[in-house]
């Protein structure tokens, strides 16, 4: 929220105009900073996106959602705001520190996991090519960027598919608050985990194979992701306090939570009737085998 202020207070400083261009040149962080700032500052003013990191290339600089977290959940002050234009130099991500890419990586899974098997086989052949920048690079972010960019075109408001872009997201961003937003445990990292719980718990359900499960976390765990709790440094919260979490997270409608689910790799689903009670006594055992 300060930094927020700081940008706006900048550019006001700077006599920015209506006409004016912001140029949001880093990861997914100074992102989504730039475009909210850019979509409030005299009512909303063009921004370009310049995406430095794997994650903000291949995930937060299509689509739009611009925004800051909030002392009580991650993103709850944003808007939705287009960048005019996004260039993504794939040759940036060299400077990146191994764990940033790695990071990133768990979004590109994602893609994969949400709707797009083959592309998650493509993945466990050619992840190490991805990692040392072959041309198998370009390609994953390519396939990304359509991916999403497709999404966000048929349901730019969230009313429907894009919803599937969160897979992971719920747990994940609860463990992302309770690590304080901090480098103990960054977006991607969480996200990996979150992943692997939706995968486990829809196998827990009946609606996935448990192989499934298994493949998703084998995967995340071969290219150095937490895929369980006991990846996590540090303490961890209970499971009363991470269901907190995901209730100021995703809003409890009816008493019934909802969340991205899975039938397998590659289809994921929105499920609006989730019992928090079952959520919980599944994550009191996930910390449990810690
Ligand atoms: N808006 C969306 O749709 C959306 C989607 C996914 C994630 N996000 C958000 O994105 C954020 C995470 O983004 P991130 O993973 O890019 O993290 P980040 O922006 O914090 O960047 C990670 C680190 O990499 C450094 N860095 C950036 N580019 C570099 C480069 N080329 N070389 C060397 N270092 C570089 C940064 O300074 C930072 O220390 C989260 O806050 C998440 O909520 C938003
Ligand atoms: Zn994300």
Same mark, same amino acid.
């Given at each position: ?7 706006? &207070?900048? *550019? ?31 009512? %909303? ?33 944003? @808007? =939705? ?17 191994? #764990?940033?890419?790695?990071? %990133?990586?768990? &979004?590109?899974?994602? =893609? %994969? ?5 083959? =592309? ?17 690079? &370009? ?6 960027c359509r991916g999403k960019a497709g999404i966000v075109a048929r349901d730019e408001r969230e009313t429907g598919e894009r919803a599937l872009l969160n897979l992971g997201h719920t747990f994940g961003h609860a463990f992302e608050a309770a690590a304080g937003y901090s480098d103990r445990l960054m977006h991607g990292e969480a996200v990996a985990l979150g992943m692997a719980l939706a995968f486990e718990f829809s196998a827990r359900k009946g609606l996935a194979a448990a192989? &499934?499960?298994? #493949? ?8 150095? *992701? ?37 039938? %397998?790799?590659?289809?994921? =689903? ?13 994550? @009191? ?6």
């Amino acid at each position: 929220m300060a930094m927020f202020e700081t940008v706006c &207070e900048g *550019l006001i400083a700077q006599r920015v105009e209506r006409n004016d261009l912001v140029v949001a040149l880093g990861g997914g962080v100074v992102g989504d900073l730039a475009g909210f700032a850019a979509s409030a500052v005299r009512r %909303g003013l063009d921004f370009v996106q310049v995406p430095t990191t794997l994650l903000a290339q291949v995930d937060s600089s299509v689509g739009g959602k611009t925004g800051i977290n909030s002392r009580h959940g991650k993103n709850l002050i944003g @808007a =939705f705001h287009q960048p005019v234009l996004v260039i993504a130099d794939t040759a940036l991500l060299d400077s990146l520190p191994p #764990r940033v890419f790695r990071a %990133g990586y768990a &979004e590109v899974a994602k =893609f %994969g996991l949400l709707g797009d098997a083959a =592309f998650f086989s493509w993945l466990e052949a050619n992840w190490q090519d991805v990692f040392s920048g072959a041309p198998a690079r &370009e390609h994953a972010i390519a396939v990304c960027c359509r991916g999403k960019a497709g999404i966000v075109a048929r349901d730019e408001r969230e009313t429907g598919e894009r919803a599937l872009l969160n897979l992971g997201h719920t747990f994940g961003h609860a463990f992302e608050a309770a690590a304080g937003y901090s480098d103990r445990l960054m977006h991607g990292e969480a996200v990996a985990l979150g992943m692997a719980l939706a995968f486990e718990f829809s196998a827990r359900k009946g609606l996935a194979a448990a192989a &499934e499960a298994e #493949r998703v976390s084998r995967h995340l765990a071969a290219v150095g *992701l937490p895929a369980h709790v006991r990846d996590i440094a540090g303490t961890v919260p209970d499971a009363d306090h991470l269901m907190d979490l995901i209730a100021q997270d995703k809003k409890v409608k009816r008493g019934k939570l909802t969340f991205i689910l899975v039938r %397998g790799i590659g289809s994921a =689903f929105v499920a609006p009737d989730v019992d928090p009670a079952e959520v919980r006594v599944f994550l @009191a055992e996930k910390l449990n085998e810690r």
